[in-house]
């Protein structure tokens, strides 16, 4: 979800950090395509993940299509932006040819300079951190493992530029409980929760000037899933804490045709899932209008549950 969001919404965002994810569009809205060509996770039909294999090609040809039909922002934006992408050398879910694939498509539009890639950190199918979660080479939930690596920590460097170090010590903001219903309606339908999250920094609750950055959690790591786990755990408060970035945790929830959870990039609830008006896409889009557009997180909770 997060390079569909930032490709769609490029002249919003200013980057991207990418674990173990392919490039936009790259299931063209076929499940068969998403669950062979695009990661290895059908059990009906053999993994037919390569070099080359999401036809990256197809997939620049389409993102100017898109563009010239002014359903997703200029590709041109994308020329600004930081990319930050790590892919396990064990990874079995998003094999390393995925992920090559998508610092190829990348590189058509971003110079290379402005492109990390982390390809060799010997890690299964999780976000790695340097303190909590699985082995390094297990995989299963929560789909967070400690490899003595700080992922969070340097995407976040990457994309934002030097920061100040991590808050070591206990958190000085809070998690907010809000209510995704003021975003899109009938959520449940559409494969959101009904309560999202957000980490606020104590110096970002009545102050403007603190920046927003979006995590967008993987397949089967939603609140019904595994709680708060990844809100908790992805890495991504502690250094938050201490530069003034506020942290935006949208929730899926499981429906019939999509039991993991994931988020929508394979038409699952919409034809429209990779452009700027697909429905989960517009919807976390209002939440950043909504927090970028006042100095407080008042108008988060402007009518729906906030705690």
């Known amino acids: 979800m997060a390079v569909q969001f930032e490709v769609a919404f490029s002249r919003t965002v200013i ?5 173990a994810g392919g490039p936009y569009f790259c299931s063209q809205g076929s499940v068969f395509t998403a669950t062979t060509s695009c990661t290895c996770t059908t059990e009906l039909f053999a993994c ?32 600004n ?11 079995s879910v998003v094999p390393q040819a995925v992920m090559n694939d998508l610092l190829t498509y990348y590189r058509h539009y971003i110079d290379a300079n ?8 010997s890690a299964e199918h999780s976000i790695p951190t340097d303190s909590y979660g699985n082995a390094c080479s297990a995989l299963g939930s929560p789909y967070i493992s400690n490899c003595n690596y700080d992922a969070a920590g340097e995407l976040l460097k990457w994309i934002y530029g030097p920061l ?51 995590a967008f959690h993987g397949c089967q790591q939603n609140l019904d899933n595994i709680g708060v786990t990844f809100v908790r755990h992805a890495g991504y408060n502690a250094w938050a804490d201490n530069n003034r970035l506020i942290i935006l945790y949208p929730q899926t929830v499981a429906t019939f045709m999509n039991p993991n959870a994931c988020w929508d990039w394979w038409a699952y609830d919409d034809t429209r899932y990779a452009q700027k008006n697909g429905r989960q896409m517009a919807a976390v889009k209002r939440m950043v209008d909504r927090l970028t557009s006042s100095p407080t997180i008042a108008l988060i909770c402007r009518r729906g549950r906030c705690t």
């Open 15 to 19: 980057g991207a950090g990418v674990i």
């Open 48 to 79: 037919r993940v390569r070099p080359g294999g999401t036809r990256v090609p197809d997939l620049i040809a389409l993102t100017d299509w898109f563009a010239a039909t002014q359903t997703i922002d200029a590709p041109s934006a994308l020329a």
């Open 81 to 91: 932006h930081r990319v930050w992408m790590l892919s396990g050398t064990l990874d």
């Open 164 to 214: 100040a170090a991590r808050n070591s010590g206990t958190l000085t903001g809070r998690f907010v409980a809000f209510d995704q219903t003021e975003f899109i309606a009938l959520p449940a339908w559409h494969g959101m929760a009904d309560t999202g999250y957000l980490y606020v920094p104590a110096a970002c609750e009545n102050s403007a000037g603190c920046r927003l950055h979006v």
């Open 114 to 121: 402005r492109i990390a890639y982390k390809r060799d950190l």
